[in-house]
């Protein structure tokens, strides 16, 4: 299928590539002179990619997290308790978590595009067996369906990364690592928002097959539009199949073993054990510990957050009905969208600021954890309001202030961590991600089982107190982690995994 010329805002035209764009940045990698590397292809094809990869995790993510805000609803269906109920959505975080450690080395056997596909099947599949589990003895295969639903919801959400560092330069990767985990998050907010003003409306089923319907839209650009990225620079073999419509898309999902990507078939054993050993290096620890750190008390205050408002006001809650507490919601929203308008600025621009600055052009993965001042700032901030807030139960707008910048400040966290740690392990871009994966939704999913009885002994307002305490820790590890990353990654138990661009001149 042709494709356009690469246009000159990057300066790569096949005829006599350019080490530098318009602004005089140097482009890290560089790339060659086949109009087929997709560092060459134009903003507009790349976009587009980025696109799909984002509609994919996001549909991913709501899947497995919608109906939520349906709890108080579907629990007497099972004669369960809200709380009891929740497990289903702990069952679908540990699938999120573990699912890429299970299937994401299938990429190797399969391609990356077919992987993708045919988790979203999957995923369709689990939210139709969620919708049918309507009797009283289906509360178990319920929580099966959750928990396969996160294990097939995760792969887009980890698999794309790869192919994000196939395509974008090290000057544009902070935006789009932004829009690719800000679409991971996203689908975590929406799919609560939608479920509850449909099961003010609809029977709870509902919640799921809006998500069946999203997933189905996913597969189809995926299916349709998705491309390889595949490209060896150094032989300047393209991993696209021939240039033939119907042909490139049989080759890439049906089932995709005559386009595998990367290391090959034969490192299959490797990549399955990657993760653990980049998760174990110290460098990824660290960064590990400080995202779950912030992550895990926003996935927290989401996950609790609609059992405290819908509880009534005799017992110490707002009483909010299933819709009210959808509208209350859209705090999260507008955490996202501050975060996204942030990051889109800032993640990119003040890492090459300060490299130009201080470090004489010369590229460190560490420069990119400079994008979390603001982040640690607001993080202890949000937690202390949304604990005030349910102390001394507060009007319910405080606590949306504080849900707002705490949601704000952990999703513009969560790229900037993901962006470091994939730019220090650049060839198993995937494996890095999912490692990151497990640490930023570990705490959480633990979390979720121990609160209830926190809470009890507590009360809501020292639990979040607590935390409070606990995130303004997080800042000691990224001071750390500036100053001795690039040691501490030399520890990694695998050396041959670590690869980076440190010490290339971007100035």
């Not at 994919?56 to 997290?65: E, F, K, M, P, V």
């Not at 995926?222 to 300047?236: A, C, N, P, Y």
């Not at 990367?262 to 050993?277: D, M, N, R, V, Y």
């Not at 590990?288 to 996935?299: A, D, E, P, V």
Request: charged share 10%.
């Amino acid at each position: 299928m042709s494709s356009p010329e690469p246009t000159d805002t990057e300066k790569s035209a096949v005829s006599g590539v350019k080490r530098t764009n318009e602004n005089g940045i140097i482009l890290v990698p560089q790339p060659s002179e086949s109009a087929n590397d997709p560092f060459n292809w134009p903003l507009l094809r790349k976009s587009k990619l980025l696109a799909i990869l984002c509609i994919a995790a996001c549909s991913g993510t709501a899947g497995a997290l919608a109906g939520q805000i349906a709890y108080p609803v579907q629990a007497p269906v099972y004669g369960k308790t809200t709380l009891e109920l929740s497990y289903s959505a702990s069952a679908a975080l540990a699938g999120i978590a573990g699912g890429p450690l299970i299937l994401a080395p299938l990429k190797y056997v399969f391609g990356r595009p077919s992987v993708i596909f045919w988790a979203l099947l999957g995923s369709i599949g689990c939210g139709i067996w969620a919708a049918c589990m309507t009797g009283a003895n289906d509360y178990i295969p319920f929580v099966m369906s959750r928990l396969l639903s996160g294990i097939f919801g995760s792969l887009p959400s980890t698999v794309g990364a790869s192919m994000i560092l196939d395509t974008f330069f090290l000057h544009q990767r902070g935006r789009a690592f932004v829009c690719y985990a800000i679409s991971t998050a996203f689908g975590v907010i929406a799919a609560p928002t939608f479920g509850g003003f449909i099961v003010s409306t609809q029977k709870w089923p509902v919640c799921f097959w809006w998500t069946v319907a999203l997933q189905g839209l996913a597969a189809c650009l995926v299916l349709f539009f998705l491309e390889e990225t595949g490209f060896d620079h150094h032989t300047g073999a393209d991993k696209k199949p021939a240039n033939n419509y119907l042909k490139d898309r049989a080759t890439l999902f049906f089932p995709g073993t005559r386009n595998t990507h990367g290391i090959g078939q034969g490192s299959f054993k490797k990549s399955a054990a990657a993760p653990f050993l980049i998760g174990l290096s110290p460098c990824t620890a660290m960064a590990g510990l400080f995202i779950m750190l912030f992550f895990g008390w926003n996935l927290l205050l989401n996950v609790l957050t609609p059992t405290f408002l819908q509880t009534p006001t005799s017992k110490g809650g707002y009483g909010f009905t299933p819709e009210q507490n959808a509208a209350f919601s859209f705090a999260g929203w507008f955490g996202l969208i501050a975060a996204q308008t942030f990051g889109s600025v800032y993640n990119d621009s003040l890492p090459l600021w300060i490299c130009r600055r201080s470090y004489n052009g010369i590229w460190a993965p560490e420069l990119r954890l400079y994008s979390l001042i603001v982040p640690l700032i607001c993080m202890p901030v949000g937690l202390a309001i949304s604990a005030a807030a349910l102390a001394y139960h507060y009007h319910y707008m405080v606590l949306a202030l504080g849900t707002f910048i705490v949601g704000f400040s952990a999703v513009l966290a969560q790229p900037v961590v993901l962006n470091y740690v994939v730019e220090s392990y650049t060839e198993f871009a995937v494996e890095a991600t999912i490692a990151v994966e497990i640490y930023r939704l570990g705490w959480g999913i633990g979390l979720t089982f121990i609160a209830g009885s926190w809470e009890a002994r507590l009360g809501a307002g020292w639990m979040f107190g607590m935390a409070t305490l606990f995130s303004l820790t997080a800042g000691s590890i990224v001071a750390v982690l500036i100053r001795k990353g690039h040691v501490l990654r030399k520890l990694t138990l695998l050396k041959s995994l670590v690869s980076t661009e440190a010490g290339e001149m971007v100035d």
